[in-house]
C-alpha cells in the first residue's frame, strides 16, 4: 500500500481561488515534501517541511503537517492558470541512513482560466 | 545552472529486447536514484545509489539492473521487455544529505520507454 495517498485525486477549480490538496501517509516520517509535475515531464520540489514543523510557507504555497493525524495539506492560493499540474507528497523515512522518497498517488489540478 | 541529464528521451523497443537508460547527476550531487512512473501513476522508487554504491532497492524486477559509475553517472539496464515496463522512467540527485540537511531530490526530465 502506498505511504502518501492524497485526496482529492482530481480538482478543478476558477483561476484565483485557493486550492487544498490533502496528503496521510502511514509510519513515522523525518520530513514530507510536496513536488509538481507538468504532463509527462519531471517532478518539482515544492517545499519541505521538517516532522517538527506545523506550518511552512513559500510565496502563494502554505503547507501544513500534523503528525498526529499524519496528514498534510498543500493550499495554493489566488491560483493560476500555470499551476495547472499534478501534485505529490513524498515522506521521506531514514532507514538505516538511507532516505528515499516514497511517493503518493497525486491531485491533478487544473486552474480553468 | 546544470540539471539532472537523461537520455535517451524516448525510446521504442520490442517485447524480449533490451533497453539502458542513462543519468548524469547535478555535479557534486552524491546520490542518484530511479523511479518508474506508469500512466497515471504515482513514481515509484526502484533503487538508488550513494558513492557508487547501491544503498536503496524498492521494486525493482530482477530484470533490470543499475549501476553508478566513477564519474556518477548512473545506467539502468532493463531486459526482456515487457510491455508493462512502458513508463517514464525518472532519474534524480541529491546533495550530500549531512551538509544539506535534507534529501531534497532535483528530478531529471525522464526517459519514456515505450514496449510494443
Known amino acids: 500500500s502506498q505511504q502518501g495517498e492524497e485526496d482529492p485525486q482530481a480538482l478543478s477549480i476558477q483561476e484565483g481561488e485557493n486550492a487544498t490538496m490533502n496528503c496521510s501517509y502511514k509510519?513515522?516520517?523525518?520530513?514530507l515534501q510536496w513536488y509538481r509535475q507538468n504532463s509527462g515531464r519531471g517532478l518539482v520540489h515544492l517545499i519541505l517541511?521538517?516532522?517538527?514543523?506545523r506550518e511552512k510557507h513559500s510565496g502563494r504555497l502554505r503547507v501544513t503537517l500534523d503528525t498526529s493525524k499524519k496528514s498534510s495539506s498543500l493550499l495554493i492560493t489566488a491560483s493560476r492558470a500555470a499551476d495547472t499540474a499534478s501534485y505529490f507528497c513524498?515522506?521521506?523515512?531514514?532507514?538505516?541512513?538511507?532516505?528515499?522518497?516514497?511517493f503518493g498517488t497525486g491531485t491533478r489540478l487544473t486552474i480553468i482560466p | 545552472a546544470a540539471g539532472v541529464i537523461q537520455s535517451p528521451r524516448h525510446l521504442i523497443k520490442e517485447k524480449r529486447e533490451t533497453a539502458t537508460l542513462k543519468c548524469y547527476p547535478i555535479?557534486?550531487?552524491?546520490?542518484v536514484y530511479w523511479y518508474q512512473q506508469g500512466p497515471g501513476q504515482d513514481p515509484q522508487f526502484l533503487i538508488s545509489?550513494?558513492?557508487?554504491?547501491?544503498?536503496d532497492k524498492g521494486s525493482i524486477p530482477d530484470r533490470f539492473s543499475a549501476q553508478q559509475f566513477s564519474d556518477y553517472h548512473s545506467e539502468l539496464n532493463m531486459s526482456s521487455l515487457e510491455l508493462g515496463d512502458s513508463a517514464l522512467y525518472f532519474c534524480a540527485s541529491s546533495p550530500d544529505r549531512v551538509s544539506s540537511g535534507a534529501n531534497v531530490l532535483t528530478f531529471g526530465a525522464g526517459s519514456r520507454l515505450t514496449v510494443l
Open positions: 509510519t513515522s516520517i523525518n520530513n
Open positions: 555535479p557534486r550531487h552524491d546520490t
Open positions: 513524498a515522506t521521506v523515512i531514514s532507514n538505516f541512513g538511507n532516505e528515499k522518497l516514497t
Open positions: 517541511i521538517r516532522s517538527n514543523e
Open positions: 545509489f550513494y558513492e557508487k554504491m547501491q544503498s
